[in-house]
């Protein structure tokens, strides 16, 4: 039964945690460091929205006509529509994507001219905040003159009067000097000439106003708009989208999104013109070399009836007739068939833009497949052409669009050899059947043979050129009638642009947050982390070993203070544990006691001493030991240096009268340790020790062991068989929190005989001038007071000679930090 109580304990003694009610109190006891914490981070937050550059954001929507069918299939576009090879579905994600390419953003950029080239800032005072300025800047860069200005170099510009500026460049050129507005500026690798952009806007607030300007990177600048501009479909079922921007200046985002927007569909009508521009100027070179064949077969025909008077085919060979020019169309149509598919495959060949091919049915060439796979091909060239803008030729997403340009022009290579063949079987088809036809016309009279040859050829040409003519004026009106598929709704305005950094009541509620939290998150981690001793209340949870009493910081130069301040209130804490000690040691034949620690530093030797001492000042006789036959201190205490001692003693040296020392206390007696031997344990298990002890009771009324550090060396255990009590220094804020279980430990093996705890070096935090004062008690199932013996607290005549005045308010801020 007593095992299991035992475990069950020792269980409870491992269990570590957080002390939530610990530290709620910490946290409202150290209220002065929230309030320094929020006041800094919310003046941190202050200067950041004072000082940071102003950020906005502005939008435009644009509405896109979106058709599951080819572009350009209207009704005026009907006749080109074999030529939507430039954008060949037009999906709204399809239009997002163009709006998103290089190729559009670096157009824009450069149809914006020198406002986006060269960025303008003003610098405040003393150079802590810069706002760009772009059309507001008072001066710009001359655009007419012809400048020089290296990219990203900081041209620093300061106004002296309405006709001169200072001008500063570093980065190598290390050039300061006065030059007036209008005038050119010339360095080597340097060109420029400013002026204002308003003179009459010019006033004296101007002088001594800081600014810089520099040149932008053309491709840079093209990148970060591009990246930066979002694009979203404002409804999910309809088509218009909405275009987002956002930058340092309102006003330059919203002429970029305007100028986008324009470009864009400026480009869209370009395409659809490109279509009609490609089939005139095919349909006129045509025109042209057959316009001097179809004159000279015309003048043939004339003179051939002249000459051999024949106005009209007798009745057989107008029919004869009828039947060669049907089959002499079917073969025309075949020809420029022939034709465009040769024209097609020579165009490809030559690795020719896809986007200018003439379109298949502006020669009647209306083959589904071949229309397909002409649109894939110009979509994946397109893309071609997009990598070739933006990636390395080494990048992998390059390679990929390159081999699939090459795979998509053979396709349709043997796409067009396919078509070819087919046709010339048709075309072989027909030329038997006209062969048929030209032998039934040799039964005609000869003249009028020739008569039908003539007319024929006259015919063929005059119907080819006919053709050509109602497809050029086709074309014609389908340019003229083209209009762009999109249109913009709202353009970007300035006046509707909304600030997004700094956010200033974001930013206040974080500080407020980071204020309580940093705070808080240190208490915490410090509670956790921090393994010492540093709470009173703690003791109880790891060990039930009765404290017999604390004692305060020793801030004396003396290191037997009881004796040097006796009215102090270290020395009254001391006369406490002197007072709890005589409940211990209640038998007048229990004399020794034991003092230890875990280690060196906690304060063991300064407690034997001043016990000593304290006890002493009663009318007792006490002997001292210096037991630490290891690392002996005790004789700086009592500033002796003898060569006998202890160790001198227990190997047979010395007597024990020979071995104890009087000190300058009364009633104190002093045993040094004397010189460090090779096996101090063996020496304390000796009997001469025990002989040593029993004589030491006789002669007097307490014997106190100075020990070593009981988890160094077990030395202190050795002295259990005659010791009638151990005092287990811990020392406050110093000793590990391990100790308390090492005590417990002890207490529950009984390794220990009657052990008992001191804290050591306990200090009180002082608050509002106050001192909380030490509660000096013994319990072990009882609970004994000697009373509260406070810094603040004063007996009549003023008992204490350490008292403290109250803090003043001086005092009370320089203790804060």
């Known amino acids: 039964m007593n095992t299991i109580l035992e475990k069950k304990q020792n269980q409870s003694f491992d269990e570590e945690g957080i002390d939530i009610k610990k530290i709620l109190f910490q946290i409202i006891s150290n209220w002065y460091w929230f309030a320094i914490s929020l006041f800094a981070t919310i003046f941190i937050a202050y200067l950041f929205n004072r000082y940071s550059e102003p950020a906005f954001t502005v939008s435009s929507t644009l509405i896109v006509r979106e058709d599951e069918n080819a572009r350009g299939f209207t009704a005026q576009e009907n006749l080109l529509k074999g030529l939507n090879l430039i954008r060949n579905t037009k999906s709204i994600q399809n239009e997002i994507g163009i709006l998103g390419t290089y190729s559009l953003a670096q157009r824009t950029i450069y149809e914006l001219g020198?406002?986006?080239?060269?960025?303008?800032?003003?610098?405040?005072?003393?150079?802590?905040?810069?706002?760009?300025?772009?059309?507001?800047?008072?001066?710009?860069?001359?655009?007419?003159?012809?400048?020089?200005?290296?990219?990203?170099?900081?041209?620093?510009?300061?106004i002296v009067s309405k006709d001169e500026y200072l001008f500063e460049i570093e980065g190598g050129y290390s050039v300061t000097q006065k030059n007036r507005f209008d005038q050119r500026v010339e360095l080597p690798g340097i060109?420029?000439?400013?002026?204002?952009?308003?003179?009459?806007?010019?006033?004296?607030?101007?002088?001594?106003?800081?600014?810089?300007?520099?040149?932008?990177?053309?491709?840079?600048?093209?990148?970060?708009?591009?990246?930066?501009?979002?694009?979203?479909?404002?409804?999910?079922?309809?088509?218009?989208?909405?275009?987002?921007?956002?930058?340092?200046?309102?006003?330059?985002?919203?002429?970029?999104?305007?100028?986008?927007?324009?470009?864009?569909?400026?480009?869209?009508?370009?395409?659809?013109?490109?279509?009609?521009?490609?089939?005139?100027?095919?349909?006129?070179?045509?025109?042209?070399?057959?316009?001097d064949s179809l004159q000279r077969a015309e003048i043939a025909l004339q003179q051939f009836r002249l000459e051999n008077k024949i106005?009209?085919?007798?009745?057989?060979?107008?029919?004869?007739?009828?039947?060669?020019?049907?089959?002499?169309?079917?073969?025309?149509?075949?020809?420029?068939?022939?034709?465009?598919?040769?024209?097609?495959?020579?165009?490809?060949?030559?690795?020719?833009?896809?986007?200018?091919?003439?379109?298949?049915?502006?020669?009647?060439?209306?083959?589904?497949?071949?229309?397909?796979?002409?649109?894939?091909?110009?979509?994946?060239?397109?893309?071609?052409?997009?990598?070739?803008v933006s990636a390395k030729p080494d990048n992998p997403v390059f390679k990929q669009a390159e081999a699939r340009t090459e795979n998509?022009?053979?396709?349709?290579?043997?796409?067009?050899?396919?078509?070819?063949?087919?046709?010339?079987?048709?075309?072989?088809?027909?030329?038997?059947?006209?062969?048929?036809?030209?032998?039934?016309?040799?039964?005609?009279?000869?003249?009028?043979?020739?008569?039908?040859?003539?007319?024929?050829?006259?015919?063929?040409?005059?119907?080819?050129?006919?053709?050509?003519l109602e497809k050029r004026a086709e074309a014609g009106i389908s340019k003229a009638s083209n209009v762009s598929d999109n249109r913009i709704l709202d353009y970007a305005m300035s006046e509707n642009a909304r600030q997004i950094k700094p956010n200033?009541?974001?930013?206040?509620?974080?500080?407020?947050?980071?204020?309580?939290?940093?705070?808080s998150v240190i208490i915490i981690l410090f509670n956790f982390l921090n393994n010492k001793v540093n709470d009173l209340k703690e003791i109880g949870k790891y060990t039930s070993t009765p404290v017999l009493g604390s004692v305060g910081h020793n801030k004396y130069s003396s290191n037997i203070p009881v004796f040097d301040k006796p009215k102090s209130t270290l020395t009254e804490s001391f006369r406490a544990v002197r007072t709890n000690l005589q409940y211990v040691l209640r038998n007048p034949e229990q004399k020794v006691l034991t003092v230890t620690s875990t280690v060196s530093g906690e304060g063991k030797t300064f407690v034997a001493a001043n016990l000593a001492a304290i006890i002493s000042m009663s009318g007792k006789k006490v002997l001292i030991v210096g037991l630490d036959l290891r690392k002996p201190k005790l004789q700086n205490y009592f500033e002796t240096n003898s060569i006998t001692g202890l160790s001198t003693y227990l190997i047979g040296k010395n007597s024990a009268e020979e071995v104890v020392f009087n000190t300058s206390y009364e009633n104190v007696f002093y045993v040094p340790s004397g010189p460090i031997p090779p096996n101090p344990a063996e020496l304390i298990e000796s009997a001469r020790m025990d002989e040593f002890i029993n004589w030491a009771k006789q002669k007097f009324d307490y014997i106190v062991l100075d020990t070593p550090p009981i988890a160094v060396v077990t030395d202190a255990l050795l002295t259990q068989r005659f010791t009638d009590m151990v005092l287990f220094v811990v020392r406050f804020n110093y000793s590990h929190k391990e100790v308390l279980k090492l005590v417990e430990s002890l207490r529950a093996t009984g390794s220990a005989k009657s052990i008992s705890m001191l804290i050591n070096d306990l200090q009180q935090k002082r608050i509002y001038g106050y001192n909380y004062g030490y509660n000096y008690g013994y319990s072990y199932g009882y609970s004994y007071g000697y009373g509260n013996y406070g810094y603040g607290e004063k007996s009549e005549g003023g008992y204490y000679t350490d008292d403290e005045p109250p803090l003043t308010w001086q005092e009370k801020i320089k203790r804060l930090f």
């Open 114 to 158: 020198e406002d986006f080239a060269i960025t303008y800032v003003a610098v405040g005072r003393r150079g802590i905040k810069e706002l760009k300025l772009y059309k507001s800047s008072p001066f710009k860069v001359d655009e007419n003159d012809s400048i020089k200005l290296p990219v990203g170099l900081p041209i620093f510009i300061t």
């Open 191 to 291: 060109v420029f000439n400013l002026k204002y952009r308003n003179p009459r806007e010019f006033n004296d607030n101007l002088i001594g106003k800081k600014y810089y300007f520099y040149q932008n990177s053309f491709n840079s600048l093209v990148n970060q708009y591009k990246s930066k501009v979002y694009i979203e479909q404002l409804h999910a079922k309809g088509s218009i989208l909405r275009l987002t921007s956002s930058g340092f200046v309102a006003q330059q985002e919203a002429d970029y999104l305007n100028k986008l927007m324009e470009v864009y569909i400026k480009s869209n009508l370009e395409d659809k013109n490109r279509i009609a521009d490609n089939a005139i100027r095919f349909i006129d070179s045509q025109l042209l070399s057959m316009s």
């Open 311 to 388: 106005l009209d085919l007798s009745t057989e060979g107008a029919i004869l007739f009828d039947k060669l020019k049907l089959l002499q169309d079917q073969k025309t149509e075949n020809d420029l068939k022939i034709w465009y598919i040769k024209y097609l495959k020579d165009y490809i060949g030559q690795k020719k833009d896809i986007g200018d091919i003439v379109a298949p049915s502006t020669i009647g060439v209306d083959d589904i497949q071949l229309n397909e796979l002409l649109m894939q091909l110009n979509e994946v060239h397109m893309q071609y052409k997009e990598q070739l």
């Open 504 to 519: 200033k009541k974001n930013n206040n509620f974080i500080a407020i947050i980071l204020g309580l939290a940093i705070p």
């Open 408 to 468: 998509l022009k053979k396709t349709v290579t043997e796409k067009l050899n396919s078509m070819l063949e087919a046709i010339n079987i048709a075309e072989s088809d027909i030329d038997k059947r006209i062969a048929q036809v030209e032998k039934e016309l040799f039964k005609l009279p000869l003249n009028e043979q020739q008569l039908i040859k003539i007319e024929r050829r006259f015919n063929i040409l005059d119907k080819l050129y006919t053709y050509l």
